[in-house]
């Protein structure tokens, strides 16, 4: 087994495309997306119509890939999106996949 | 007044709304808002196409650029509301001014019944107009934006795509185009699931906008008390400019209350999509929940009444 890094990012829906983009940008291979809802500091968000929905990207990528990734959510959307970024250790096989 | 509530889709949106005040177990399922809004925008997109396919065009002119006007009256006028009463940032009076200036669809539907119930006749093309509002308000809010100092720069041509080919505008112009090319008689094999259960499911659908509604009241107490008067001040105000320019531009009384319904109306599909990328530092629990707890309530249940005197009175 292979160590990698998986980025988690629960933000809202409305960046999901922009985010597809910059993830292929900053190099990442792939990633998950699942329809979230929850709540935090900027309110509940239901989920309940369009404009209130969160999404969940996971993307499992090397460590370089995953400080762009860390980095860039930061310095682009922390300030005016909700959104939350984390990293974790995973083990996968196949580590040329990611 | 009272007459107004007592229609099936006035009752389901008060029990939708008095089941998110109590907290009722009421949860329709995530899908359903986005099924029925596809719905209706695309079932009233296609009823004005085929208003349209009879209508002479010529005749179109003078009132479409009457809603244009509007459409970017509005927003100058709510601005500076905004800012100096209001005490809002920029940011936030521009995406605020912008969906005063916009328009709800469904609260176009809701007066079209309005009207049907009462046997006024209104013009064939007010569907064209319900359009034409929709995105000149969402331009100007942008442009006051960008030109009051908004610090981020959003993609010309993500916004582009995002305000004339959002969900609503193409779903409408989706359904006008089909309509219109179609006629009434192309149109008959799906005039069941389009016209006639139109008003059931609208029931549907208001009864989950009031679930929303009621959610959305639930801030109020964050965005504070000049919002919630701003809210029903506000079309008032656009409502009047609507029944003047409508009788200025020649509509009859139904089609004058259509227009001051549109100019009253707020939007709360196509602007906050536009709003959230082109102005994302604009808060959108402010927007949202003038747009959505405040002004489409009213509206549904005190404005129309209004503006369908203020059409009578100026005739």
Known sequence: ?98 | MIENLLDPTILFFLIGLFAGIVRAELRLPESIYEILSIYLLLAIGLKGGVQLSTTDLGVIIVPASGAILIGLIIPLIAYPILRRLGKFSKADAAAIAAHYGSVSAVTYAVVLIFLDKRGVRYEDYTTVLLVLLEIPAIAVGIFIARLRASKVAPSYSRLLSEVFFGRSIYLLLAGLLVGFVLGPQGIDSVRIVFFDLFKGVLAIFLLEMGLVASHRLNELRRVGAFLFFFGIGMPILSGALGTIVGWGVGLSVGGTTVLATLAGSASYIAAPAAMRIAVPDANPTLYLTASLGITFPFNLVVGIPIYYWMATTIH
């Open chain 1, 1 to 98: 087994m292979n160590k990698v890094k998986l980025v988690t990012i629960i933000t809202e829906s409305v960046l999901e495309s922009r985010l597809a983009e910059d993830l292929g940008r900053l190099g990442a291979r792939g990633y998950t997306l699942i329809d979230a809802r929850g709540s935090g500091s900027r309110g509940m968000r239901s989920a309940d119509w369009d404009q209130n929905q969160n999404i969940q990207i996971e993307v499992i990528c090397n460590e370089n890939v995953a400080s762009a990734i860390l980095d860039h959510c930061q310095k682009e959307y922390y300030s005016n999106f909700a959104m939350v970024v984390y990293i974790t250790d995973v083990k996968v096989l196949r580590p040329e996949k990611f």
